[in-house]
């Protein structure tokens, strides 16, 4: 399993996605260009320039006609996925870092960190993607405020009747769309939530931490279905559409990674099975942490993105489809 090495990036790596058919790839980092690739073969299509800031997080609207940005620089951003043209942004006086579309694309959901004395929010704003270029700047319909600490992730749930965050401090929380009130937290790890991700079928989260653990959470609930522990930070982890297989990223701080060997950095992107919770295989290949992991939506690829500014597009050999690893 060879993979392709892409080179877009001067700075880390913050986030990795694909879009609906699997046949796009989008990379944010924290330079200011995300950048757009093919999934197959890791070509670059183009980049996206205007961002002042890092770009921490991206969505895609279903038809992959739109991306959405949410950066550092205080702006949510709307481009237009194939030419790179910015259509649309949203200026807030906070910096922002998560965003989400609802199902029928009619919300958005993006959070802003606190920043001098404004607390961590939830915001929502209304997107009719038809108009935007003569709504340049509008503010969210509704703004929510969360409790103290970075809101890492948010996404919508329930047909968007209800949202869920990740947040620094291990709390996993849900909010009503409608009044913004907070329905149920649970403390589900030790440390920082670094990523979270949703399963195919919508119905539970894989949560990454700085406490060296991935879960596997029911949205319904909260609940902890499945402890996944490494030894090693966990900066990302994302959930098999295809198998029982979760993966994971992470490895030691960046601070750290010039004092030890990549084999002792963990630096590896880690198999688990999702039931048993036992870790089947590892592929090597990064010079520092794994920053964030995806699975291709048909589950024959996957893709990370790592401290060292290189993202790696994996196919997997027929061996991963012929094997049975429990």
Same mark, same amino acid.
């Given at each position: 399993m060879?993979?392709?090495?892409?080179?877009?990036?001067?700075r880390?790596?913050?986030?990795?996605?694909?879009n609906?058919?699997?046949?796009?790839?989008?990379?944010?980092?924290? $330079?200011?260009?995300p950048?757009l690739?093919?999934?197959d073969?890791?070509?670059?299509?183009?980049?996206?320039?205007?961002?002042?800031?890092?770009?921490w997080?991206?969505?895609?609207?279903?038809?992959?006609?739109?991306?959405?940005?949410?950066?550092?620089?205080?702006?949510?951003?709307?481009? $237009?996925?194939?030419?790179?043209?910015e259509?649309h942004?949203i200026?807030?006086n906070?910096?922002?870092r998560?965003c989400?579309?609802?199902?029928?694309?009619?919300?958005?959901?993006?959070?802003?960190?606190?920043?001098?004395?404004?607390?961590?929010?939830?915001?929502?704003?209304?997107?009719?993607?038809?108009?935007?270029?003569?709504?340049?700047?509008?503010?969210?319909k509704?703004?929510?405020?969360?409790?103290?600490?970075?809101?890492t992730?948010v996404?919508?749930?329930?047909? $968007?009747?209800?949202?869920?965050?990740?947040?620094?401090?291990g709390?996993v929380?849900?909010?009503?769309?409608?009044?913004?009130?907070?329905?149920q937290?649970?403390?589900?790890h030790?440390?920082?939530?670094?990523?979270?991700?949703?399963?195919?079928?919508?119905?539970y989260?894989?949560?990454?931490?700085?406490?060296?653990?991935?879960k596997?959470?029911?949205?319904?609930?909260?609940?902890?279905?499945?402890?996944?522990?490494?030894g090693?930070?966990?900066?990302s982890a994302?959930?098999?559409?295809?198998?029982?297989h979760?993966?994971?990223?992470?490895?030691?701080?960046?601070?750290q990674?010039?004092?030890t060997?990549?084999k002792?950095?963990g630096?590896?992107?880690r198999?688990?099975?999702?039931?048993?919770?036992?870790?089947?295989?590892?592929?090597?290949?990064?010079?520092?942490?794994?920053?964030?992991?995806?699975?291709?939506p048909?589950?024959?690829?996957?893709?990370?993105?790592?401290?060292?500014?290189?993202?790696?597009i994996?196919?997997?050999?027929m061996d991963?489809?012929?094997?049975?690893?429990?």
């Open positions: 060879r993979p392709y090495l892409l080179k877009g990036h001067e880390p790596l913050t986030q990795v996605k694909y609906a058919e699997g046949d796009l790839l989008v990379s944010c980092a924290k $330079n200011l260009q950048c690739w093919y999934a073969d890791g070509r670059r299509v183009g980049t996206y320039e205007g961002h002042n800031g890092a770009v997080t991206c969505d895609f609207t279903l038809d992959s006609s739109r991306l959405i940005t949410s950066s550092a620089d205080q702006t949510v951003r709307v481009w $237009n996925l194939p030419t790179g043209q259509l942004q200026r807030m906070e910096p922002c998560a989400h579309l609802s199902v029928g694309e009619q919300l958005l959901a993006f959070t802003t960190d606190s920043f001098m004395g404004s607390p961590p929010q939830l915001h929502l704003v209304d997107m009719d993607l038809q108009d935007f270029g003569e709504r340049q700047g509008s503010a969210p509704a703004s929510y405020t969360a409790p103290k600490g970075r809101i992730r996404y919508f749930t329930d047909c $968007n009747r209800q949202l869920i965050t990740s947040h620094d401090g709390w929380r849900r909010w009503d769309t409608e009044t913004g009130d907070m329905l937290e649970v403390q589900v030790e440390d920082a939530i670094q990523d979270m991700q949703v399963s195919p079928d919508g119905s989260v894989i949560t990454a931490s700085l406490d060296k653990t991935a596997l959470v029911d949205i319904a609930s909260l609940e902890t279905l499945k402890t996944y522990k490494t090693r930070f966990v900066q994302a959930i098999s559409p295809l198998y029982d979760v993966l994971l990223g992470g490895g030691q701080d960046a601070s990674v010039t004092t060997s990549a002792a950095g630096f590896e992107a198999f688990y099975h999702k039931v048993y919770a036992e870790e089947f295989g590892n592929v090597r290949g990064h010079f520092g942490p794994i920053n964030s992991v995806a699975f291709a048909d589950g024959r690829s996957f893709t990370t993105g790592g401290e060292d500014g290189y993202v790696r994996h196919h997997f050999d991963y489809f012929t094997t049975r690893f429990f």
